[in-house]
């Protein structure tokens, strides 16, 4: 069965700093990988979806990857912004069947200004 | 992306009353939708997985009678709490994904639920 993990639970920055997100998961055989935004109270924003097939999404200042080989996937955030401030949740597709997303813990994110 | 509309986003309701909580994919055919729930400072729990027009798939440990799922449309699924309680209070949120599998999951804001 598919786990996710994240590491730090939560970071603390100064704004302005490049800064990574980690998740690992256990199955290798990972389908798709999906980072999320979650503010305080409200629901998930997709940020970025890395199919098996590909090691790496852009999107703006965003930059997620993904290594099925080590079980690894990271989310890159170039020069952070207080506006970043959130939780980031990383869920894993097992199988290309109609299977749902398997969460980590999420990271909560403070950038200060 | 696609739109997943949850609603309501708050609602506080009384020990042993039931609450329906409503999730729309407002511009794509979901034939899937899944039911989280999340415990504060917790990750998501996967409650269910509804099909379009047959029963709901429940998680161990979820109780199928207390949290009745309905996807009797392609474009709304809604979960009802019956006879809530206390414990019940969560903050739950729906996702939906269109007919292929390896597009991405759109989520609903959720719904925090506090029963008195």
């Known amino acids: ?113 | 992306g696609a739109v997943v509309s949850q609603h309501p986003s708050r609602v506080i309701c009384k020990s042993g009353t039931s609450v329906k909580i409503e999730c729309r994919s407002l511009d794509f055919q979901a034939t899937t939708m899944f039911w989280y729930r999340q415990f504060p400072k917790k990750s998501l729990m996967l409650m269910a997985t509804s099909n379009e027009g047959s029963k709901a798939t429940y998680e161990q440990g979820v109780e199928k009678d207390k949290f009745l799922i309905n996807h009797a449309s392609l474009t709304l699924s809604t979960l009802t709490v019956t006879s809530a309680h206390p414990e019940d209070s969560s903050f739950y949120i729906c996702s939906a994904r269109g007919g292929r599998t390896d597009t991405e999951a759109f989520f609903g804001q959720g719904t925090r639920l506090t029963v008195v």
């Open chain 1, 1 to 113: 069965k598919q786990e996710v993990t994240q590491i730090p639970a939560a970071l603390s920055v100064p704004e302005g700093e490049n800064l990574v997100l980690n998740c690992s998961f256990t199955d290798s055989a990972i389908y798709n990988l999906q980072w999320f935004r979650q503010d305080p109270g409200k629901g998930l924003t997709s940020l970025l979806l890395i199919q098996s097939s590909q090691r790496e999404q852009t999107s703006g200042r965003l930059n997620a990857s993904l290594d099925k080989s080590s079980g690894r996937s990271t989310l890159y955030i170039a020069a952070s912004q207080p506006g970043d401030s959130a939780t980031y949740l990383c869920a894993g597709k097992a199988s290309s069947g109609n299977t749902p997303l398997v969460f980590g813990k999420g990271t909560r994110l403070s950038v200060i200004a």
